[in-house]
């Protein structure tokens, strides 16, 4: 296991979730941490998502995930527009936190998280990252389910991640 912590925003977990690889993030780090506004967009009710609703606050209760409630609630506020409160919250939670990295899958968000001088990985990322350290023997079947969820996944990005990945 990695001595990291880190900080998530949602698609990623929900990527994660949509094919049972939530866990991926605990064994590849020490601390998983979701600022509140990720929480509460986790959460969201939605009769269609409450299975994965539980499992979040399932997590939660665990101690899987900790919960932390920016203090620059200004800062955020001020920047909403940009982006939406969630991704506001991991850039600026890491900055406060003083942790290198986050789990961002914007492509806007992970831009700004650079301005900030926060490194971002994705979920692709992590599905990498995760076969690297022999927790999955392949990734494709995993990044073929989020195209088939909608993530958008260009060909070229597919062929890229496949090959690094050593599957193509």
């Known amino acids: 296991m990695n001595s990291k912590r880190i900080i998530c925003n949602t698609s ?3 990527g994660l979730i949509s ?12 601390e998983l941490i979701l600022p509140e506004a990720v929480y509460r967009e986790l959460c969201a009710d939605s009769s269609a998502h409450q299975k994965e609703i539980d499992e979040i606050k399932d997590c939660v209760r665990k101690g899987y ?20 409160y969630g991704e506001l919250e991991v850039i600026v939670a890491a ?3 003083g942790l ?3 789990v961002i899958d914007e492509k806007a968000a992970r831009k700004m998280a650079s301005e900030f001088l926060v490194d971002t990985i994705g979920i692709l990322g992590i599905l990498i990252l995760a076969k690297q350290r022999g927790l999955v023997k392949c990734i494709k079947p995993d990044v073929d389910k989020l195209r088939m969820n909608g993530y958008r996944i260009s060909d070229e990005l597919y062929i890229q991640i496949l090959t690094k990945a050593g599957e193509k």
């Open 65 to 84: 995930f900790k919960i932390y409630s920016v203090k620059n609630s200004e800062m955020v506020k001020s920047m909403y527009g940009k982006l939406h």
């Open 19 to 30: 094919f049972g690889k939530l866990s991926l993030l605990g064994e590849l780090f020490d």
């Open 100 to 102: 290198q990295m986050a």
């Open 12 to 14: 990623p977990i929900i």
């Open 95 to 97: 900055k406060e936190l």
